[in-house]
């Protein structure tokens, strides 16, 4: 594909705002999606996202619209950036749009809560196979911030078939932005969406006053439980050990520009949910994911600790305290309970 082609970007928060500034620096025009009016008309005349990404000027090449119809209906790519509670809803008005054999590329990284689908879970629902549609997971340790700055990135773009993860990747590639491929669509969104569980209570930890050991297992046993939960349901273990694993894991659990560590950080120092919440524009993932990842591995009877605790002290009012002791009292175990589904001793 040429640079003559435009894409599409749906959702201009600071991860949608940073891919459509990498795509339009590379050449491709870029139409970008803006679900406030008033935020779209502030791009168009100041060339700024002072809401989500404040002090980086956009290039020309992209231009703000709140017609979503429009955009949808004049583009094959589309690069879907949207918060993963109201992705359904996005998603639904897109549909009747598509054009067949549209390639759309999902950067979101979530669990619906009320189905416990991915984001590619939502799309099979709503798309008819006659579109010939192809669904692109787009997921990695990439702080839109950096990216702006053009910080050496490196992603991976998971689809069912390679061929069309080779376009996609050679559609974003750039060089400060490496990109690897993976078909293993099913473990990168897993992934990408169960860390920013682990990151709520690695930064949890942070607040509470614990040092680096406790960051440390946290994070190890972290990577364990969303490993498990990810084979159960099909994903390639190895994955787990990738740019979307552990990748992203380490840069959400440990970096200071992460929503979801912020907010954990702030639960540990004693502040209640609520008031976090509302003191924040942008969205931290991790807190809706967490009541869906809880449910899921209830439902498919899966081990999650740490998961479960982060739950309860975000929804039951638990003592983040109290949710530590009763993680370090758990029976004791091998430390291979095995992620990897292969016996215990081989």
């Known amino acids: ?3 003559g082609e435009r894409i599409a970007v749906i959702g201009a928060g600071s991860w949608g705002t940073a891919l459509a500034q990498l795509l339009a620096e590379k050449g491709y025009g870029v139409d970008l999606w803006v679900y406030e009016p008033e935020l779209c008309e ?5 060339r700024e996202n002072d809401y989500y990404l404040k002090g980086f000027r956009l290039s020309e090449q992209i231009t703000p619209s709140t017609d979503l119809a429009g955009i949808v209906a004049s583009h ?8 993963s509670h109201v992705y359904r809803s ?18 979101t990284k979530g669990i619906e809560n009320e189905t416990l689908l991915t984001m590619s879970g939502i799309w099979k629902e709503l798309l008819d196979p006659s579109l010939e549609a192809h669904v692109v997971t787009l997921a ?3 702080f839109a911030r950096e990216v702006m700055q053009k910080t050496p990135t490196a992603v991976t773009v998971a689809a069912d078939s390679l061929a069309v993860a080779e376009t996609v990747q050679r559609i974003f590639h750039a060089p400060a932005f490496r ?5 293993d669509k099913v473990g990168v969104e897993l992934a990408g969406a169960l860390k920013n ?3 709520l209570a690695a930064g949890t930890c942070d607040g509470l006053g614990y040092g680096h050991n406790t960051r440390a297992a946290l994070i190890t046993r972290g990577l364990a439980e969303i490993t498990r939960l990810g084979v159960r349901l099909g994903a390639h273990p190895m994955t787990f050990a990738g740019l979307s694993g552990i990748g992203d894991l380490l840069l959400t659990c440990t970096g200071d520009l992460s929503r979801n560590r912020t907010v954990g950080y702030r639960l540990g120092r004693g502040e209640k949910l609520s008031d976090i919440l509302a003191d924040m524009r942008m969205v931290a993932e991790g807190v809706k994911t967490s009541k869906s990842v809880y449910h899921l591995a209830r439902k498919m009877e899966v081990d ?3 998961s479960e605790q982060i739950y309860k002290v975000l929804y039951e009012d638990k003592d983040p305290r109290q949710a530590v002791r009763d993680l370090m009292e758990r029976d004791l175990k091998s430390e291979m309970e095995f992620p990897l589904g292969m016996p215990q001793g081989s």
């Open 197 to 199: 569980v682990i990151a």
């Open 304 to 306: 999650m600790p740490i």
């Open 1 to 3: 594909m040429g640079t």
């Open 76 to 83: 094959r790519v589309l690069v879907m950036v949207v918060p």
């Open 90 to 107: 996005v998603a639904s008005r897109m549909v009747p749009h598509l054009k067949k054999g549209s390639i759309l590329v999902s950067a």
């Open 42 to 46: 502030t791009i168009r005349r100041t």
């Open 179 to 183: 990109v690897y491929t993976s078909q």
């Open 140 to 142: 990695g340790p990439s």
